[in-house]
């Protein structure tokens, strides 16, 4: 099994965030289950995947496999009622890399970041910088699963 090892954070309003690379994201959910389990398909700016995740909190299972573009369009009706559009920046933080989405649609004015790490005792060291506002890495609400069958973002 594949895992993931990630803390999240909320961007504060008004927060300027560090230059990097961009591009939008669409995400459709195929199936959200009990307890963290989801089924999605996303295109991140051209490249299309499938992904399979299970659990909740900083450590979760993940599987992913890359679609082509014609796989992702015929899977993404089945996504309807389940999906959420943003804009995506990389930023550099030394030998981390922070993913900060800005939420479009009826989620705008939503920003996150993520960081992604190699172990546990790595993510415990972490101190985030000082655009990084309050860490929301338990909170169910503030998932991208949830996000997406939501009608407005969640209060801080």
């Known amino acids: 099994?594949?895992?993931?090892?990630?803390?999240?954070?909320?961007?504060?309003?008004?927060?300027?965030?560090?230059?990097?690379?961009?591009?939008?994201?669409?995400?459709?959910?195929?199936?959200?289950?009990?307890?963290?389990?989801?089924?999605?398909?996303?295109?991140?700016?051209?490249?299309?995947?499938?992904?399979?995740?299970?659990?909740?909190?900083?450590?979760?299972?993940?599987?992913?496999?890359?679609?082509?573009?014609?796989?992702?369009?015929?899977?993404?009706?089945?996504?309807?009622?389940?999906?959420?559009?943003?804009?995506r920046r990389l930023v550099q933080l030394g030998r981390y890399e922070a993913v900060v989405d800005t939420f479009h649609g009826r989620l705008a004015g939503l920003r996150t970041v993520e960081v992604e790490f190699t172990d546990q005792q790595d993510a415990a060291a972490f101190t985030p910088p000082p655009w990084f506002g309050a860490e929301v890495t338990d909170r169910p609400d503030l998932k991208n699963q949830h996000l997406a069958t939501a009608a407005a973002p969640p209060r801080p």
């Not at 008004?14 to 999605?40: C, D, H, K, S």
């Not at 490249?47 to 995740?53: E, I, R």
């Open 1 to 87: 099994m594949a895992v993931e090892i990630e803390r999240k954070f909320l961007v504060p309003d008004g927060e300027t965030v560090p230059e990097g690379r961009e591009f939008e994201v669409r995400q459709g959910y195929l199936v959200i289950g009990p307890e963290g389990a989801e089924a999605r398909v996303r295109d991140q700016g051209g490249a299309c995947s499938l992904t399979v995740k299970r659990g909740t909190g900083l450590v979760r299972g993940e599987w992913e496999t890359p679609l082509t573009a014609e796989q992702f369009e015929a899977l993404w009706p089945a996504t309807e009622q389940a999906r959420v559009a943003k804009t």
